[in-house]
Nanobody, 126 residues
Framework: QVQLVESGGGLVQAGGSLRLSCAAS????????MGWFRQAPGKEREFVAA????????AYADSVKGRFTISRDNAKNTVYLQMNSLKSEDTAVYYC???????????????????WGQGTQVTVSS
């Protein structure tokens, strides 16, 4: 089992920045790809970004491309999501997730991710 704990959410004005962190514990040995998803009120959980175990491959949703950056520090078992130029439509609960299956490409599909955190709220005021 892998436990994931997100942190770093909060209230920020439009145009501002936040950095989310996701700390992994438990059976963290292995080549897990990691992803960030978000869920706004009344909407389905959607893909935001993903990163390979080595960090050499990343993927982003079109809505955040150029504004968000995903990174990881495997020595600290932590994944980050740097969010810049935030917009009101970025308001959501943000979840990190771990994919334990080796894939040629990063997945943006929720069912492909095996472990999930509890989420952290990000609210962007306009």
């Amino acid at each position: 089992q892998v436990q994931l704990v997100e942190s770093g959410g909060g209230l920020v004005q439009a145009g501002g920045s936040l950095r989310l962190s996701c700390a992994a514990s438990g059976r963290t040995r292995g080549t897990y790809a990691m992803g960030w998803f978000r869920q706004a009120p009344g909407k389905e959980r959607e893909f935001v970004a993903a990163i390979s175990w080595s960090g050499g491959m990343t993927a982003y949703a079109d809505s955040v491309k150029g504004r968000f950056t995903i990174s990881r520090d495997n020595a600290k078992n932590t994944v980050y999501l740097q969010m810049n130029s935030l917009k009101s439509e970025d308001t959501a609960v943000y979840y990190c997730a771990a994919d334990r299956t080796f894939r040629r490409r990063l997945s943006y599909l929720r069912p492909d991710y095996d472990y999930w955190g509890q989420g952290t709220q990000v609210t962007v005021s306009s």
